[in-house]
């Protein structure tokens, strides 16, 4: 999959920008601010609906005015692909999606038409933080790989909400027939469960393998295994939506004092090793990002084995946060991709073998602009 056009109209501090990038690597320059992550921003926003740093659609809007918007064509293995996403401050729905140029009934529906991997300093997160970040990560790429799955997802996270608005009704006054009421969205909670459970312990345990043999290649030392495993109430049962009602039954008193469904893959982490202990806990700072960058090399072949097609390979200001070895591990993985490269120099892109250098900078008014060379 490869970006053809790529149109920018008052997104972040770009009031207008077209672009036609090239199949191979294009590397974007320039002082810190200027803008260049905003570029890798918008095509993770047309790939996912969502910006890889804030999770506050206003943020990306231009300051003062009304309709952001970001416009992007693809081609594909199976043709060419046309993708739109428009927000707005004030409107509602403040998001909007088009496709070929006509409305899309749900902000879903854009997944499948860009596939990206988005590799920045921010995604050592991933292993330091807690596991609201490794969720975040999981989902965010089985939306991509599996667009059914964004579907899956919002059906449990409306019953989980559901669920829980009943604890808070029944904790402030009773409501009638509560009983009955709860057993019914407790088979509704189980039966969403079930395949975001099998989705997610089958995503992680392909990624698990890709990435611990790209963290082999890394760190030349076979003796330090790297592993994922996924990690949850239901992440090793064969039987998600029995073994679902009966958590659910179990932690029901705890579910009522504290007005919250504490059981299910809500609840879900993954856990990363070296050498059977947890990376979290007893990595070095080169190890956590050796394992980083193994997962996100592991992502672009899990997702040319699942989908047939390599993404296109976003790189955020990397580079200076790797050493060589893993400089040339990351480089080696551009050679056969569409890449966008960010850097403040040109010369922290050396080995790269771009096709295209653009500056960007900024105007007095603190408006970005591309220039190519």
Known sequence: MKFTSLRLQQFRNYPFLELNPGEGVTVLYGPNGSGKTNLLEAMHLLSLGRSHRTS????????????????????????????????????KPKKRVLLYGKPAQRIADLMGHATVVMFSPEDIRIVRDGPAARRRFVDMQLSQIRPSYVKALKTYLSALENRNALLKQQKFGNT???ENELAAWDEQLAAAAAPIVNTRRWFL??????????????????????????TGPLA???????????????????DLQRMYTHFGPHRDDVTMTLYGKELRAFGSQGQLRTAVLSMKLGEI?????????????LLDDVFSELDIRRRSALLKATEHLQTFLSCTDKQDA????????????????????????
């Open 56 to 91: 506050q659609d206003c943020e990306m809007i231009t300051a003062g005015q009304h309709v952001a918007i970001v416009h992007g064509q693809t081609a594909r293995l199976d043709g060419n692909h046309e993708v739109e996403v428009r927000l707005y401050p004030f409107e």
């Open 176 to 178: 009638e027939d509560f």
């Open 205 to 230: 345990e392909e990624l698990s393998g890709y990435a611990s043999q790209q963290y082999a290649e890394i760190s030349e030392n076979p003796a330090e295994p790297f592993a994922i495993r996924y």
């Open 236 to 254: 090793e049962t064969d039987t998600p939506y029995r073994d679902m009602l009966a958590g659910l039954e179990r932690t029901r008193k705890d």
């Open 301 to 313: 072949n899990l997702i040319e084995n699942e989908m047939g097609e390599l993404p296109t390979l």
């Open 350 to 373: 050396a080995g790269a073998h771009a096709e295209c250098f653009l500056r960007v900078e900024q105007d007095a008014a603190g408006q970005a602009r591309v220039v190519e060379g």
